[in-house]
C-alpha cells in the first residue's frame, strides 16, 4: 500500500507537468499561465467559504464513534475541491470540477458514509 501511495505521489506530478507542457506548446505559455491563475482564484474563492476546521470536525464525530452529517461531508468535499483548483495542473482541475457536480457529489458522499459507517459498526 505504501508502495503505490509513494508512486502516485511521484508520478501524479509529472503526469501533471507533462500535461501543462504539452498544452503550452500546442496553446501558448500565456494561455496555460492565464488558465492556472484562473483556477487558482476560483479555488481560493470556493475555499474560503469553508474552514480546514471541518477536517477536526469530521474526525471528532468519528472518535465519538457517529456519522458525520452530510452536510459537513458536502462542506469538505467543497473545501477540498477548492484545494484541487489551486494546485497548479488540469487533472487535479478536472477531478475537483467533476466533484462539484451535485450528482457526483451526493453519490461520493453516500459512498463515504457508508465507508465511514462500516468503520464504526463492524
Not at 501524479?12 to 494561455?31: D, R
Not at 499561465?33 to 470556493?46: E, N, Q
Amino acid at each position: 500500500m505504501s508502495f503505490l501511495l509513494a508512486s502516485l505521489i511521484l508520478i501524479i506530478p509529472l503526469v501533471e507537468i507533462w500535461i501543462l507542457i504539452q498544452i503550452g506548446i500546442a496553446a501558448s505559455l500565456n494561455a496555460v499561465f492565464i488558465l492556472c491563475v484562473i483556477s487558482a482564484g476560483a479555488g481560493w474563492w470556493l475555499m474560503r467559504g469553508e474552514d480546514f476546521s471541518i477536517w477536526t470536525l469530521i474526525e471528532t464525530e468519528l472518535q465519538n464513534r457517529r456519522l458525520p452529517t452530510e452536510e459537513l461531508l458536502s462542506d469538505f468535499l467543497t473545501w477540498s475541491c477548492g484545494m484541487a483548483l489551486v494546485i497548479p495542473g488540469f487533472l487535479s482541475d478536472l477531478l475537483a470540477l467533476a466533484l462539484l457536480i451535485p450528482i457526483i457529489k451526493e453519490e461520493l458522499i453516500r459512498l463515504m458514509r457508508k465507508k465511514m459507517q462500516q468503520k464504526i459498526h463492524p
